[in-house]
């Protein structure tokens, strides 16, 4: 195997200044910290594509410094403080190293890309010390022919990946950094978000926020499922995946006929099947939204997702009735997931102090189909169900939902408490899914 080469890119004359973390900084770091150390690469954001025909690299490289000046959030640190705050850092100068990967003779570009991207993604950041971005190119003839990127989850959400990878393929076409901040405005970086959050207006909204948080909190079951037995030693968590190439076009259908968004469809399918599982009427999800609603927001390369509280009562009714209920609610779940989760997590451990029960967070939902792709899988017609990997156990968590998009299929990729949901109870809630939404498509009129 040929060996691969480090080469640095310096960056100098960047923006540079210091503050607090943003709440999104701030809720990664420290869902992160609190990860087995196995499990923290789960957490990092990243992307990998061939370059076909292929880039001149020093073009590449020139195209990456460029982008180091455009996105603060690229060359920020986060520094914590003897008195539990965390900072963030933003450094003016440094380098970049960039791996390199020069094809030995018959070797194939996506094997060898594929190699370079696990190592890139499979290793965890140091985000006190290291810059929070990791790039790996595999070459041939001086051409760069496959690009991965790697970024710690405090440095980036998967919608600003999203826009960090238009923003790299726009410089590497000749774009400059100058022309694309002025169509990407108005873009905050992550020190003017917290300066932001400071405010008076951002003290407010955070205040609404989890104002109408709690009250869902107080509002919806303290529990779905039955309680797990304890147990000394924990068993890992199976990780499921359903692949089916029939969902797209028919989450699509589905959609146009009930007049929701496609997120909708899947969030509720997905509360139908936590209900009818759970044996109860309603269901409570944590739901990952992407918080680009403000417009100083839309266009930043920072982490801003949050959490929101989804509750559906009567989940388990008829299906496009569901549907369409679900979409109301999530609206208003949407609008009131921009807060500072440290400020929240004090006021639900004081609910829990006085004894006041509180909704059941344990059951996550993440619809990331335009921010991670999933990889696809050649020759594979019908729906598949796999098991590709087990994870240690996560307290509190009864399961995570992610859905995934690839060109050629939508999948399901679920990880759950194996004593709350053995593996055929995950097999009943992903095949279920499936179900709902295709029946519910095939009762939708023919255009």
């Not at 147990?231 to 029939?246: G, I, Q």
């Not at 839309?298 to 299906?319: I, K, R, Y």
């Not at 059941?360 to 990889?375: G, I, K, W, Y």
Request: glycine content about 6%; aromatic content about 4%.
């Amino acid at each position: 195997m040929t060996t691969r080469q480090l080469l640095e890119i310096a960056f100098s004359s960047g923006r540079s200044g210091t503050g607090p973390a943003t709440w999104g900084q701030r809720a990664i770091w420290d869902a992160v910290r609190r990860l087995p150390p196995a499990d923290v690469p789960r957490y990092t954001i990243a992307t990998a594509a061939p370059l076909d025909p292929g880039l001149p690299l020093p073009g590449l490289l020139d195209a990456l410094a460029r982008l180091l000046h455009l996105h603060d959030s690229l060359h920020t640190r986060l520094l914590p403080a003897p008195d539990g705050a965390l900072r963030q850092v933003v450094d003016p100068e440094g380098t970049l190293t960039v791996e390199v990967h020069p094809l030995a003779d018959g070797e194939d570009p996506a094997e060898a890309g594929d190699r370079l991207h696990r190592d890139l993604a499979g290793r965890p950041f140091d985000t006190a010390t290291q810059w929070p971005l990791r790039v790996g190119v595999v070459t041939a003839d001086g051409l760069a022919r496959h690009i991965s990127l790697a970024l710690s989850h405090t440095a980036v959400d998967g919608a600003g990946m999203n826009r960090l990878v238009a923003d790299l393929t726009a410089l590497s076409l000749g774009h400059s950094a100058s022309e694309l901040a002025g169509l990407r405005a108005p873009a905050q970086q992550p020190l003017e978000e917290a300066e932001f959050q400071a405010s008076e207006r951002g003290r407010k909204r955070d205040a609404s926020a989890r104002k109408q948080f709690v009250r869902k909190l107080r509002l919806a079951p303290p529990r779905l499922f039955p309680e797990p037995p304890a147990t000394e030693h924990p068993a890992d968590f199976p990780n499921a995946v359903l692949r089916s190439p029939a969902l797209p076009g028919a989450v699509e259908l589905v959609a146009a006929a009930h007049r929701v968004s496609t997120s909708s469809v899947l969030l509720a399918a997905t509360a139908t099947m936590t209900a009818r599982l759970a044996g109860t009427t309603e269901a409570v999800l944590n739901v990952v939204v992407n918080n680009r609603f403000l417009p100083e927001l839309t266009n930043a390369v920072s982490v801003v997702a949050g959490d929101g509280l989804f509750h559906l009562p009567d989940a388990t009714a008829e299906f496009g009735e569901v549907v369409r209920r679900t979409h109301a609610a999530a609206i208003g779940t949407y609008r009131h997931a921009y807060y500072d989760k440290l400020a929240l997590a004090a006021e639900v451990a004081q609910l829990t102090a006085e004894g006041v029960p509180t909704a059941d967070r344990s059951c996550v939902f993440n619809d990331t189909r335009e921010l991670l792709p999933a990889a696809p899988a050649p020759g594979a017609e019908g729906t598949t169900l796999s098991w590709p990997v087990e994870f240690e156990p996560r307290p509190g968590l009864t399961y995570a939902l992610d859905a995934l998009q690839s060109p050629e299929a939508l999948s399901l990729a679920m990880t759950a408490d194996p004593a709350v949901l053995p593996r055929p109870a995950m097999e009943r809630f992903l095949y279920g899914i499936e179900e709902l939404i295709l029946t519910e498509a095939a009762k939708a009129p023919s255009t």
